[in-house]
């Protein structure tokens, strides 16, 4: 077997992984595991974490947590909006050819305040406006696709499409269109990452996390 056809292999087993430390979370059964003291000591010597997490800064989706792992499993990377801006691709780009991390998730959630900062009227202070024009074109996208409009017609500005019944329903489906927005451009990030995603070194996947439910939905 081919070093690139086991990491093919680590990637889809670490993938189930995390799905089933999921369901261990959303159903009351989290395990917490390796967290104890050996588990200090054997990460002393070095990291190789099973999967990079690209995750929102918001506090009620920390990654370790609803994926049920332990010291040392996920390599987490996180801001408002799980946005993949240089500093970001740096981090990922390091766990992936430095620590041979096979996985990478881009985890979007439901309820995502950056989301929502896009979606308000009210222009939003200081560097969070410009997070928030970031989003607003996939907002804008969320609102036709609500409709049943593929693409917004040529110079007509988003107030042509009509609102959505519900705001909640934007917001989310906006958030899952980031989350695969953003895993698409890592797929074609050169110089580090597009190499390893064609010679199946590498994966990366979209996903969307329920407040709800407690439950991870793959987008792709």
């Known amino acids: 077997m081919t070093d690139h056809e086991r990491q093919s292999r680590d990637a889809a087993a670490a993938l189930a992984e995390l799905l089933a430390g999921n369901r261990r979370f959303a159903g009351g059964g989290a395990k917490h595991p390796r967290a104890d003291r050996q588990r200090h000591r054997d990460l002393r010597g070095g ?14 989706v920390p990654p370790e947590l609803i994926f049920d792992q332990g010291l ?5 990377v996180r801001n408002a909006g799980n946005l993949a801006d240089e500093p970001t691709l740096a981090s990922i780009e390091y766990a992936a050819a430095h620590l041979a991390t ?5 985890l979007g959630h439901s309820d995502c305040g950056a ?3 896009a979606l308000a009227e009210d222009a939003a202070p200081g560097r969070c406006a410009d997070l928030a024009g970031i989003l607003r074109p996939l907002v804008d996208q969320a609102r036709a696709e609500l409709h049943g409009v593929t693409s917004l017609p040529a110079g007509d500005p988003p107030a042509a499409v009509p609102a959505p019944p519900g705001a909640a329903e934007l917001v989310d489906r906006a958030a899952r269109l980031n989350a695969q927005r953003v895993a698409a451009a890592l797929r074609d ?10 010679e199946g070194a590498l994966s990366i996947h979209a996903a969307f996390y329920a407040l709800e439910s407690g ?6």
């Open 115 to 117: 989301v929502k900062a």
């Open 47 to 60: 990291q190789r974490p099973l999967a990079v997490v690209l995750g929102c800064a918001d506090s009620r």
């Open 72 to 76: 040392g499993d996920l390599f987490v």
């Open 215 to 220: 439950l991870v939905e793959l987008l792709d």
């Open 102 to 106: 096979p996985l990478v998730l881009v």
């Open 189 to 198: 990030c050169e110089p580090v990452l597009a190499p390893r995603v064609r």
